[in-house]
């Protein structure tokens, strides 16, 4: 029986037992919509990963993997999409479905949010019964809003249309694009030949480092990462290591007007302030932490992730602002590691304040003298009630019936956590600040619930409430969702430069080690000792403090998210591309040691990795192809050079996707090639995407995107690496690009790479942003120095010899 004959089978036996439609949204999952995705089209388990976490966002199914294929947004089956009457199953324009009702639209929003996050072309939504699929980003500047959805009304309708329906959805379907294509109305296009990588028979394959190497790599995370665990997180650390948010770079390959303006898009919509000034906190920021439970609005604060938002809040509780929250209580909520139910969070909230009146105060909210002093007021009019008689006549059943009503009371925690908190803001004149910190970790429509909470806690309870969201979320949820219905105050945090937050996060390190001789979790028997580390870590200092090339890469390509310019640190260190032993034998002899910039981009570019591998690594191939053209190898180079030139200063960098569009057609682009490159260039960061409102979808560059189509287009490196993963549509020119090893045949292969694409270039008297023939004479030149300094070592050998 071939897979399809299973698939229409397993269909047929879903519908005799999928009849509960009062399932919630985890058995809907797991009952019916895991028997679809794997049973009925056969979508392997490697293929079908649940609960990803994509940029702050926890996604319910994405298919493909590790390219993502399609995003599945689960719903509970009672949940039903409520189609206009006489809509039956089959095609329809999306905003049929989408304006009929708020809860279709606030639906399809949130997925088509996810899809645009994680650049990926085709949204699905599901309660188990109905489907309705549609295209979740598209580049031909129609907003994918006004586009065509297939819609099936019931499982009965699937397996009917189950031959068209497995030509769209099994695996095979996907890749071909065929759903995609008549979302969109475009035809199939030839595919372009096979990459090297498709010769090599251990590709991406392993680089295995030294035992020291090794070690290298878990210390690596220990004294760059782990040390800023919320568990590690001391006032000492807080001094030492927090870099003040808002200094723009002085290494972004984007204008400084771009950088200046990363929450533009907020500031159209609601009035923001920068969270810090120069001196210090914002003061108005402080001030309304002070009058938190007199303004009965929750504090938001808005950062990018990865900007240091959860930091950015320590520091200013537990440093800045110490004195004059000397009699504040800070019960910090972290929802990092929540699991994302709404139902859990009263319970998150309720278990982080007694624990901190506990640590703090030695108060136990559940001490009997506690609660008789919380309940008092209860207390005294249970005594004037009807059994208050029996304090006299049975004062056993008296206590009894006392203790009872008590423990009614105490049954209700999150209402007992707020009259305790009421109790001691009146008896000990003190006050509560309550954090919910990582929301942006969450989906959007748990930040949402998130808010409300918020703003619940902020109107009834005594204690000013700060909130941490990504812009996005805040964004869209301002139009739509729940903060349309308010007024907060907002605050945005700006990231630090990121050489300055890595140079203090490595000197903490380093005295940590000098002083105890280890850091906390220090392995033991590992061959790398605490003074060969602090040898380590001085190499590294002086990098990210002299080397400017070095810091300009790892600068550019966070694009200003501190997490990911940490990762970077953490890649590097011990990487099997970085040849540790020298580090340490330069030292003995007493030379000073230069990080090599090429190793450090090595390490970024293959990670574990022996060959370059696009799956894995952060920095995406420019010349990657989805089609048989030899134009398309410039689409994504091009894209973001127009992208950057066309976007001016008043409208802070973005240019209408619409226009984008427009003028790459008019170069001889399709919408398919677009389309594709529109997405890798979202997925990698290359560029971001919004939504003006009336404007339409938006699109500007970013430092990432800047420095790659200007500045690592002529590394050796990355020319290097990317080759592997190129498709080379000249016969041969394919001959010319082999898998080999030895760095003067790797040099050979680079430059006959960088001649195919010079033969390729076909935009001779058109204006285009990006010129690659003055781009391929650079990357020509360093090919040959880097050649010149490859033969001194053998040309000193020879000399020796002779």
């Given at each position: 029986m071939s897979t399809f004959e299973r698939g229409a089978a397993a269909i047929e036996e879903l519908i005799t037992r999928s009849t509960d439609n009062s399932l919630n949204e985890a058995t809907t999952r797991r009952r019916i919509i895991d028997v679809l995705l794997k049973d009925v089209?056969?979508?392997?388990?490697?293929?079908?990963?649940?609960?990803?976490?994509?940029?702050?966002?926890?996604?319910?199914?994405?298919?493909?993997?590790?390219?993502?294929?399609?995003?599945?947004?689960?719903?509970?089956?009672?949940?039903?999409?409520?189609?206009?009457?006489?809509?039956?199953?089959?095609w329809h324009s999306i905003a049929t479905f989408r304006e009929h009702t708020n809860a279709n639209s606030a639906a399809i929003d949130q997925v088509l949010q996810y899809c645009q996050k994680a650049g990926v072309g085709v949204a699905l939504l599901s309660n188990g019964h109905q489907f309705l699929a549609f295209l979740g980003s598209r580049s031909d500047g129609r907003k994918?809003?006004?586009?065509?959805?297939?819609?099936?009304?019931?499982?009965?309708?699937?397996?009917?249309?189950?031959?068209?329906?497995?030509?769209?959805?099994?695996?095979?379907?996907?890749?071909?694009?065929?759903?995609?294509?008549?979302?969109?109305?475009?035809s199939s296009a030839t595919p372009p030949p096979l990459p090297l990588s498709s010769r090599i028979h251990s590709y991406p394959g392993y680089r295995i480092g030294t035992g020291m190497e090794t070690d290298l790599r878990i210390l690596g995370d220990l004294f760059i990462q782990d040390v800023a665990r919320e568990e590690s997180i001391t006032d000492n650390f807080l001094l030492e290591c927090y870099c003040s948010s808002g200094a723009l770079s002085q290494y972004a390959t984007v204008s400084k007007e771009i950088l200046r303006t990363r929450y533009y898009a907020l500031s159209l919509q609601v009035n923001t302030e920068s969270a810090r000034s120069r001196t210090g906190p914002?003061?108005?920021?402080?001030?309304?932490?002070?009058?938190?439970?007199?303004?009965?609005?929750?504090?938001?604060?808005?950062?990018?992730?990865?900007?240091?938002?959860?930091?950015?809040?320590?520091?200013?509780?537990?440093?800045?602002?110490?004195?004059?929250?000397?009699?504040?209580?800070?019960?910090?909520?972290?929802?990092?590691?929540?699991?994302?139910?709404?139902?859990?969070?009263?319970?998150?909230?309720?278990k982080v304040i007694d624990a901190t009146l506990e640590e703090t105060y030695g108060i136990n909210t559940g001490d009997r003298q506690f609660v008789r002093a919380v309940y008092n007021k209860e207390i005294n009019a249970f005594k004037r009630g009807i059994y208050g008689q029996l304090e006299e006549s049975d004062p056993s059943e008296y206590r009894r019936r006392e203790i009872e009503m008590l423990s009614g009371h105490l049954s209700n925690t999150y209402e007992h956590a707020r009259r305790s908190l009421s109790h001691l803001q009146a008896s000990r004149s003190l006050s509560f600040v309550i954090a919910l910190d990582n929301v942006d970790q969450h989906q959007p429509s748990f930040q949402e619930q998130i808010f409300i909470v918020g703003q619940s806690l902020a109107e009834t309870w005594p204690c000013a409430v700060f909130m941490s969201l990504r812009p996005d979320t805040f964004h869209e949820s301002r139009k739509t969702g729940a903060l349309a219905a308010y007024q907060p105050r907002v605050f945005t945090v700006s990231p630090p430069r990121s050489d300055q937050v890595i140079v203090k996060r490595l000197e903490f390190a380093k005295k940590e080690l000098q002083k105890f001789g280890r850091l906390p979790g220090f392995p033991s028997n590992l061959t790398l000792d605490s003074t060969s580390l602090v040898i380590y870590i001085d190499v590294l200092i002086s990098a990210f403090k002299n080397n400017d090339k070095l810091v300009e890469l790892v600068d550019n390509l966070s694009s200003g998210n501190t997490r990911r310019a940490l990762d970077f640190v953490s890649t590097f260190v011990g990487s099997g591309y970085v040849q540790t032993s020298r580090i340490l034998e330069a030292h003995k002899t007493g030379r000073p040691y230069i990080i090599p910039l090429h190793e450090f981009i090595r390490a970024i570019l293959y990670g574990d990795h022996r060959y370059y591998d696009p799956n894995t690594s952060p920095v995406p191939n420019l010349f990657a192809l989805s089609s048989n053209s030899t134009k398309e190898h410039f689409l994504l180079p091009i894209l973001l050079a127009l992208v950057q030139a066309a976007g001016g200063r008043a409208s802070a960098g973005f240019i209408e996707l619409r226009e984008c569009a427009n003028l790459l057609q008019s170069l001889g682009f399709t919408l398919d090639q677009i389309d594709h490159h529109l997405q890798r260039a979202t997925?990698?960061?290359?560029?971001?995407?919004?939504?003006?409102?009336?404007?339409?979808?938006?699109?500007?560059?970013?430092?990432?995107?800047?420095?790659?189509?200007?500045?690592?287009?002529?590394?050796?490196?990355?020319?290097?690496?990317?080759?592997?993963?190129?498709?080379?549509?000249?016969?041969?020119?394919?001959?010319?690009?082999?898998?080999?090893?030895?760095?003067?045949?790797?040099?050979?292969?680079?430059?006959?790479?960088?001649?195919?694409?010079?033969?390729?270039?076909?935009?001779?008297?058109?204006?285009?942003?990006?010129?690659?023939?003055?781009?391929?004479?650079?990357?020509?030149?360093?090919?040959?120095?880097?050649?010149?300094?490859?033969?001194?070592?053998?040309?000193?050998?020879?000399?020796?010899?002779?």
């Amino acid at each position: 029986m071939s897979t399809f004959e299973r698939g229409a089978a397993a269909i047929e036996e879903l519908i005799t037992r999928s009849t509960d439609n009062s399932l919630n949204e985890a058995t809907t999952r797991r009952r019916i919509i895991d028997v679809l995705l794997k049973d009925v089209f056969a979508w392997p388990d490697d293929q079908v990963i649940c609960e990803e976490h994509v940029d702050g966002d926890y996604l319910d199914y994405s298919l493909g993997s590790p390219q993502r294929r399609a995003i599945l947004e689960a719903k509970k089956s009672g949940a039903i999409f409520e189609a206009p009457a006489g809509i039956d199953s089959g095609w329809h324009s999306i905003a049929t479905f989408r304006e009929h009702t708020n809860a279709n639209s606030a639906a399809i929003d949130q997925v088509l949010q996810y899809c645009q996050k994680a650049g990926v072309g085709v949204a699905l939504l599901s309660n188990g019964h109905q489907f309705l699929a549609f295209l979740g980003s598209r580049s031909d500047g129609r907003k994918p809003t006004t586009g065509k959805a297939l819609y099936y009304a019931s499982l009965a309708d699937v397996s009917r249309d189950f031959h068209s329906l497995w030509d769209m959805l099994s695996p095979e379907g996907m890749t071909d694009g065929t759903l995609s294509r008549r979302l969109s109305g475009k035809s199939s296009a030839t595919p372009p030949p096979l990459p090297l990588s498709s010769r090599i028979h251990s590709y991406p394959g392993y680089r295995i480092g030294t035992g020291m190497e090794t070690d290298l790599r878990i210390l690596g995370d220990l004294f760059i990462q782990d040390v800023a665990r919320e568990e590690s997180i001391t006032d000492n650390f807080l001094l030492e290591c927090y870099c003040s948010s808002g200094a723009l770079s002085q290494y972004a390959t984007v204008s400084k007007e771009i950088l200046r303006t990363r929450y533009y898009a907020l500031s159209l919509q609601v009035n923001t302030e920068s969270a810090r000034s120069r001196t210090g906190p914002s003061s108005d920021l402080v001030e309304d932490v002070i009058a938190g439970a007199i303004t009965r609005r929750p504090i938001i604060l808005l950062g990018d992730v990865g900007v240091g938002k959860s930091i950015f809040l320590k520091h200013l509780f537990r440093i800045e602002s110490k004195d004059l929250l000397d009699k504040t209580t800070i019960f910090y909520v972290d929802f990092l590691k929540h699991a994302g139910l709404i139902e859990d969070v009263a319970d998150q909230i309720v278990k982080v304040i007694d624990a901190t009146l506990e640590e703090t105060y030695g108060i136990n909210t559940g001490d009997r003298q506690f609660v008789r002093a919380v309940y008092n007021k209860e207390i005294n009019a249970f005594k004037r009630g009807i059994y208050g008689q029996l304090e006299e006549s049975d004062p056993s059943e008296y206590r009894r019936r006392e203790i009872e009503m008590l423990s009614g009371h105490l049954s209700n925690t999150y209402e007992h956590a707020r009259r305790s908190l009421s109790h001691l803001q009146a008896s000990r004149s003190l006050s509560f600040v309550i954090a919910l910190d990582n929301v942006d970790q969450h989906q959007p429509s748990f930040q949402e619930q998130i808010f409300i909470v918020g703003q619940s806690l902020a109107e009834t309870w005594p204690c000013a409430v700060f909130m941490s969201l990504r812009p996005d979320t805040f964004h869209e949820s301002r139009k739509t969702g729940a903060l349309a219905a308010y007024q907060p105050r907002v605050f945005t945090v700006s990231p630090p430069r990121s050489d300055q937050v890595i140079v203090k996060r490595l000197e903490f390190a380093k005295k940590e080690l000098q002083k105890f001789g280890r850091l906390p979790g220090f392995p033991s028997n590992l061959t790398l000792d605490s003074t060969s580390l602090v040898i380590y870590i001085d190499v590294l200092i002086s990098a990210f403090k002299n080397n400017d090339k070095l810091v300009e890469l790892v600068d550019n390509l966070s694009s200003g998210n501190t997490r990911r310019a940490l990762d970077f640190v953490s890649t590097f260190v011990g990487s099997g591309y970085v040849q540790t032993s020298r580090i340490l034998e330069a030292h003995k002899t007493g030379r000073p040691y230069i990080i090599p910039l090429h190793e450090f981009i090595r390490a970024i570019l293959y990670g574990d990795h022996r060959y370059y591998d696009p799956n894995t690594s952060p920095v995406p191939n420019l010349f990657a192809l989805s089609s048989n053209s030899t134009k398309e190898h410039f689409l994504l180079p091009i894209l973001l050079a127009l992208v950057q030139a066309a976007g001016g200063r008043a409208s802070a960098g973005f240019i209408e996707l619409r226009e984008c569009a427009n003028l790459l057609q008019s170069l001889g682009f399709t919408l398919d090639q677009i389309d594709h490159h529109l997405q890798r260039a979202t997925r990698h960061g290359l560029v971001e995407r919004t939504d003006h409102g009336d404007a339409g979808t938006q699109v500007r560059i970013t430092a990432a995107g800047g420095y790659l189509y200007q500045e690592l287009i002529t590394s050796f490196p990355y020319l290097d690496a990317i080759v592997v993963d190129t498709p080379i549509l000249d016969v041969d020119a394919r001959g010319l690009i082999r898998d080999v090893h030895d760095i003067g045949d790797r040099l050979d292969r680079a430059e006959s790479f960088v001649e195919y694409l010079e033969k390729c270039w076909a935009f001779e008297g058109q204006s285009v942003p990006f010129d690659w023939p003055s781009i391929s004479e650079h990357a020509k030149a360093t090919l040959e120095d880097v050649r010149r300094r490859a033969n001194r070592p053998a040309a000193r050998t020879n000399k020796i010899g002779k």
